[in-house]
Every structure is written in C-alpha cells, then in structure tokens.
C-alpha cells in the first residue's frame, strides 16, 4: 500500500468552532450530503470541488471546510461516504475498527470499496449534471482520499489530500491528474516510508504532484487538529491554503 489501512487514531480529534452555511441535500435521492455555495461574486463558474471525508463524514467540521472552499470561489459537494452509518469522534479503545469498515455497525452495511466506489460515482454525476460542473476538482481526508486517487478515471481532473489512509500502490499510480498530499509528521497511517514510496510512485506518473510535511502534528490534523495548539492550528491553516492553492493553479 501507498498508505497504511484506517485506525483508531482516525476517529480522534477536537470539534471546531463556527457557523455553518451550507444546506443539506440528497444526491441521487438517497445519500446524504452538504453542500456549499460561493457568493455570486466569487463563484468560479463552471468549476466545483467534491469533498471526500474522512471516518467521521458529515459532522461540524467537515461541514465548515465545504464552507470555507466555497468562500474561495468553489461550489463544493460533501457527500455522506458511508450510506448514513459514519462514526462519532474519540471512540472507545476496545472498538472494532475494521469489522465496522468491512461490515458496518449492523453487520450489514460494509464501507468497502464496493460500496463506496457507486457513492462517489452519483456525486460526480450530480455536480455534472446537475451543478453545471465541467473543471471537477476533489479533497479527500484520510478514508476519503481514497476515493480521490481511484475516480480520476470518472472525471476528477485535479486531487488534494490529507493524511491519506488506505491507497494501493497501483491506485495512485494510475492517476491522470495533478496531486497534492498534506502529511503529518507524526502519522502511523502515512509514515515516512509511505510519504517516500508515495513520491517514488508520483514522480513516474509524468503528473504535476506535491507533497507538504507539517511538522508538530498527527493524523487528522487537517480535518479534526486542536486549533487551541499553536503548531496545530497554524498546520491546519495552512494545509487549506495548500488545497485552495493547487486547485487556483492547477483547476482554474
């Protein structure tokens, strides 16, 4: 793998503060998602992000990184990944990880990649069909990345993402696009090794790509870091400016 499989260490973080702008929709008349609208006078007509999340899908601070892409010009979809069936922050040590990814928390709604390629699928559909987007960009957090790096193929022209978790090797070398990567210097799912196999990979795609270590943080930072913390908040500012960036430069 080009980054390690989900752990508990992605549940673990610290709601963030703010009011949320968006509104709550159904895509495809069945899955959940939030999505963002930039003002009439910055929206980049024509051009949308879909926001890949994390383990935690649709919760507060999800909900204001959808907000903050749209306040930068990007009509942004964020779309429910787990069929109504995300985690809560900060579970419990004795949970059972992976028996919830394989088969959910009723045994009956797995979140693998059977099940969560069709959603992602719809939601491309939706912002093409539906949203006018024609220059689709994605953000993927840990799970979420995933999911950025395997629908290159069904449309997405430009990829950023956080603290990657479970990306195969031949995955990320099959992307078609530019990539950008934001890593924690203290993460067990995309350690070093990882971060390094990673460019190996990247640099033989012929594609645009970068890789930004942010140091004094872990995994999650960008999505659930403590904004109390200095070197946290300062990380996770700038590993926004570093997707909004990308996507100006390489999107636009």
């Not at 045994?107 to 024609?134: F, Q, R």
Request: hydrophobic fraction near 40%.
């Amino acid at each position: 793998m080009a980054s390690n499989p989900p752990a508990k260490c992605c549940t673990i973080g610290v709601k963030h503060e703010g009011e949320t702008t968006g509104q709550s929709i159904k895509i495809a008349n069945k899955h959940d998602a939030y999505l963002a609208t930039p003002p009439a006078d910055k929206a980049h007509k024509g051009v949308g992000l879909l926001l890949l999340p994390d383990v935690l899908g649709i919760w507060d601070n999800s909900k204001l990184i959808a907000d903050q892409f749209a306040a930068n010009g990007y009509l942004t979809l964020l779309i429910d990944l787990f069929n109504g069936d995300a985690l809560s922050p900060n579970r419990p040590g004795n949970f059972d990880f992976m028996a919830w990814l394989t088969k959910g928390s009723d045994g009956n709604n797995p979140h693998t990649k059977e099940a969560v390629d069709p959603i992602v699928e719809d939601a491309i559909k939706a912002l093409k069909e539906e949203y006018g987007v024609k220059k689709l960009g994605a953000v993927g957090y840990c799970f979420g990345a995933k999911y950025v790096v395997r629908h290159y193929k069904d449309g997405i022209k430009v990829g950023y993402v956080a603290h990657p978790s479970f990306i195969e090797e031949d995955e990320l070398a099959a992307i078609e696009g530019p990539f950008s990567i934001a890593a924690a210097e203290t993460d067990s799912i995309f350690p070093a090794e990882k971060r390094h196999k990673s460019e190996e990979i990247l640099q033989k795609t012929g594609q645009p790509y970068q890789i930004n270590l942010y140091s004094g943080v872990e995994h999650g930072f960008a999505v659930r870091g403590d904004p109390s913390k200095k070197a946290t908040r300062y990380a996770k500012e700038q590993a926004f400016l570093q997707a909004v960036t990308w996507f100006d430069n390489y999107l636009l």
